[in-house]
C-alpha cells in the first residue's frame, strides 16, 4: 500500500518507520527539513522498545501527492493548514492519530476522501534528525469517527497489524476519543508545567489535580451525548500513566524545547465545550490558563 505520513515527528516516524518495514508497503515521510534530509541520506532508524533501519521516502513538501492512505500526525494546531495541503493531492483514505480534539472534522471539511479517527499510545522521541525512539509499546486504535463498524477501519487496522503495529479497531470511537482526552487533560498539562515524568501524577499533591481533570472531561463527554463515566475517565488516566510511568509526555517535551503546545485541544477544548454546555470545569480552566500564560511568555503564542 503507498502511505504518506503527514507531520512525521516523533509518533509519525515511529508509525511510518514499522509500516515502512512491511515489504508491500511504500512509506512517504513528511517531516521538517533536518529531519527529512537525514532519512533521506542515511534512512531512519528506530530505537528503544521498537528496532528497525529502514529507508522510506522523506520530504519537506507535502503538496500534490497521491497514496492510498495518509496517516495525520500534526500537532492539533497544524491540522487547517494540513488539510489544505492534503487537498491539493489524492487520498483514499485519510487517518488522524493525533491528540486532541476537532482534528477529525477539520479534515473531513477539507477532504473528498474518508476521514478515520485514531489514537495511539506508543511512546516515541525523536532523538535527533533520521533517529526515533520507541519509549513505550502502546496501541493504535482506530476506527469511523462517528462510531459503527467501517469496512475502511477493519481494512487499515488489518495493514497495521500486519506490519506489527499493535492495533484495535473500534466501533465506538466518540467514547473513545473523549477517553484519551481525559487521559491527556489529566497528565500532559501537569507534567508539562511542572517539568516531571507521567508517573508524578499517581502521587500527591498532583494526582487531585490530575484526577480532577480527567473527572470534568467526563462530565463535559457526558453532556455531549459520549457515554464515558468518571470511574472510567479516572481509571484510563491512572493506567496510562502507571504504564508510561517515566515517560515524558508530549507537552513537556514542547515546553522543554519551548515549541508552542496543544492545550487548546485538550485542557481548552474540554472548557470550551463546557461553556456551551453550561458546566464548570475549574481545573481544565486553571490548567488551560497556566500553559497558555507560559506560551505568550516565551513568544509562541
Not at 477539507?110 to 485514531?118: D, I, K, N, R, T
Not at 519509549?135 to 482506530?142: M, S, Y
Not at 477501519?153 to 482526552?181: C, N, Q, S
Request: with cysteine; hydrophobic share 45%; aromatic share 2%.
Amino acid at each position: 500500500m503507498e502511505i504518506v505520513v503527514f507531520g512525521a515527528g516523533s509518533l509519525g516516524s515511529l508509525i511510518g518507520g514499522v509500516l515502512a518495514s512491511a515489504p508491500s508497503n511504500e512509506v512517504t515521510l513528511v517531516a521538517r527539513a533536518p529531519h527529512a534530509s537525514a532519512v533521506g541520506e542515511t534512512g531512519l532508524e528506530v530505537r528503544g522498545e521498537l528496532e528497525a533501519t529502514i529507508n522510506p521516502t522523506a520530504t519537506t513538501d507535502g503538496r500534490g501527492l497521491e497514496a492510498d492512505l495518509a496517516i495525520v500526525t500534526v500537532k492539533a494546531f497544524d491540522t487547517a493548514a494540513a488539510a489544505e495541503t492534503l487537498a491539493t493531492g489524492s487520498y483514499d483514505i485519510v487517518l488522524s492519530v493525533q491528540n486532541g480534539m476537532g482534528n477529525e472534522e477539520t479534515l473531513a471539511d477539507a477532504l473528498a476522501c474518508p476521514v478515520l479517527a485514531g489514537t495511539a499510545s506508543y511512546g516515541a522521541i525523536l532523538q535527533e534528525p533520521g533517529v526515533v525512539e520507541c519509549t513505550g509499546i502502546g496501541d493504535v486504535v482506530l476506527g469511523a469517527r462517528a462510531g459503527g463498524r467501517s469496512e475502511l477501519a477493519d481494512r487499515i487496522g488489518d495493514l497495521f497489524a500486519a506490519a506489527g503495529l499493535e492495533t484495535t479497531v473500534a466501533t465506538d470511537m466518540p467514547r473513545r476519543l473523549w477517553e484519551k482526552l481525559a487521559v491527556n487533560a489529566g497528565i500532559n498539562a501537569v507534567t508539562a508545567l511542572t517539568n516531571t515524568e507521567n508517573g508524578a501524577v499517581l502521587e500527591p499533591p498532583a494526582d487531585t489535580l490530575a484526577r480532577a481533570a480527567a473527572r470534568e472531561t467526563a462530565r463535559v463527554a457526558r453532556s455531549c451525548d459520549v457515554s464515558l463515566s468518571t470511574r472510567a475517565a479516572v481509571a484510563s488516566m491512572e493506567s496510562v500513566a502507571t504504564d508510561t510511568a517515566t515517560n515524558t509526555s508530549s507537552m513537556r517535551q514542547d515546553v522543554l524545547t519551548e515549541r508552542r503546545t496543544e492545550i487548546d485541544a485538550i485542557n481548552g477544548y474540554v472548557v470550551d465545550r463546557a461553556v456551551q454546555q453550561g458546566l464548570e470545569v475549574p481545573t481544565n480552566r486553571i490548567l488551560t490558563t497556566l500553559v497558555r500564560t507560559w506560551e505568550r511568555g516565551v513568544g509562541v503564542r
